[in-house]
């Protein structure tokens, strides 16, 4: 079946600009993660959200940073004022469906986003 | 912060060889999870090995988990040059929202 899908695939903006990415998970996934890969870095947890329970903001690392969620569809991440140092890859994954070798816990990213703040 | 330490960064070794990954991990955990990804895109899951199993395959991977020790290893046997990628491990410190928290990665070339 479809897997999670990103776009933009590669987004350039200026600083100062408000950027948004959107993430659309597997069909049937209650949970979607954000986080954020700096170059040469591990991912960054940034948000989660579970269904219509409130969502786990604890990994965004300013209020220029915020994600919304309609149902268990579509998810956006807005970055306002954008800066230089938020050039990174936003993946965005899903999770719920479970069997034999993939249990519940396991997320399923998508190919990401390129953000780049000249 | 990342809670889990891969090393080496980086690795090189001829095709037909084993290649082996180690994660260090800082607090008690749920499950740890290895995961591939390709050219700094989208993260492919390998394993999940859980906090009660020491070790576990799947086809060409043998994932070792030591909870005394707080360490994981991953080994790949006679590697492809398709197995080209970085390796991350991912620790989940359970709860209900799974986070999972990432080390910086394995950067594995594997030479034809």
Redesign the interface.
């Known amino acids: 079946g479809a897997g999670?899908s990103q776009s933009p695939s590669n987004k350039v903006t200026e600083k100062g600009k408000d950027v948004e990415l959107r993430c659309d998970p597997i069909s049937g996934h209650t949970?979607l993660?954000w986080?954020r890969?700096r170059?040469?870095?591990?991912?960054?947890?940034l948000i989660?959200f579970?269904g219509n329970s409130a969502p786990?903001k604890s990994g965004l690392p300013s209020d220029r940073f915020s994600a919304e969620r309609t149902g268990e569809s579509v998810s956006t991440l807005t970055i306002q004022r954008t800066q230089q140092e938020d050039s990174a890859?936003y993946?965005c994954?899903s999770?719920s469906r479970a069997h034999r070798?993939?249990?519940?816990?396991?997320?399923?990213?998508?190919?990401?986003t390129?953000l780049l703040v000249l | 912060s990342q809670q889990g330490e891969e090393d080496p960064q980086a690795l090189s070794i001829q095709e037909g060889e084993n290649a082996t990954m180690n994660c260090s991990y800082k607090t008690s955990i749920n499950n740890l999870q290895w995961y591939r990804q390709n050219s700094g895109r989208g993260l492919v899951h390998l394993i999940l090995i859980r906090s009660n199993e020491r070790e576990k395959h799947s086809g060409r991977l043998r994932v070792t988990l030591d909870t005394s020790k707080k360490s994981s290893s991953l080994l790949i046997t006679a590697s492809r040059a398709a197995d080209t990628a970085s390796y991350f491990c991912a620790t989940d410190s359970g709860g209900s929202n799974y986070k999972l928290t990432f080390g910086k990665g394995t950067l594995l070339t594997v030479n034809p």
Do not use: H, I, N
């Not at chain 1, 170059?39 to 947890?45: A, H, I, Y």
């Not at chain 1, 070798?101 to 990401?112: A, L, V, W």
């Open positions: 999670v949970a993660y986080y890969q170059l040469g870095q591990g991912l960054e947890f989660y579970q786990d890859v993946l994954a999770s070798d993939k249990p519940r816990e396991t997320q399923y990213f998508g190919p990401g390129r």
